[in-house]
């Protein structure tokens, strides 16, 4: 099994930062494929982010050049990826997931942080 946990998320102006954290913990394998979804009201869920296990970055159209996913580089055990969000919109206002796999032909769902932009 594997669990992932996010933090990070909360109430941000228009125009402001945040970064988003997920640990992954249980047996992930060394550096598993991981990414963050949003699902905003009304809306499908969608892909924010994503890093591969070689360490591929690709982006939503909506946050290229003011997004950045990457993984904890210390050699310290920690499976742990962030999401750096810059130059925040409304729009961005969603529930923010993180996702990984696949590891062990399954893939896995954190609970999810909250992530409000406005004024």
């Known amino acids: 099994q594997v669990q992932l946990v996010e933090s990070g998320g909360g109430l941000v102006q228009p125009g402001g930062s945040l970064r988003l954290s997920c640990v992954a913990s249980g047996r992930t394998g060394d550096r598993p494929a991981m990414a963050w979804y949003r699902h905003a009201p009304g809306k499908e869920r969608e892909l924010v982010a994503r890093?591969?296990?070689?360490?591929?970055?690709?982006?939503?159209d909506s946050v290229t050049g003011r997004s950045t996913i990457s993984r904890d580089s210390r050699d310290n055990g920690k499976k742990a990826v962030y999401l750096e969000m810059n130059n925040l919109k409304p729009e961005d206002t969603a529930v923010y997931y993180c996702?990984?796999?696949?590891?062990?032909?399954?893939?896995?769902w954190g609970q999810g942080t909250q992530v409000t932009v406005s004024s």
């Open positions: 996702h990984a796999g696949p590891i062990d032909l399954r893939y896995y």
């Open positions: 890093i591969s296990s070689g360490g591929i970055t690709t982006y939503a």
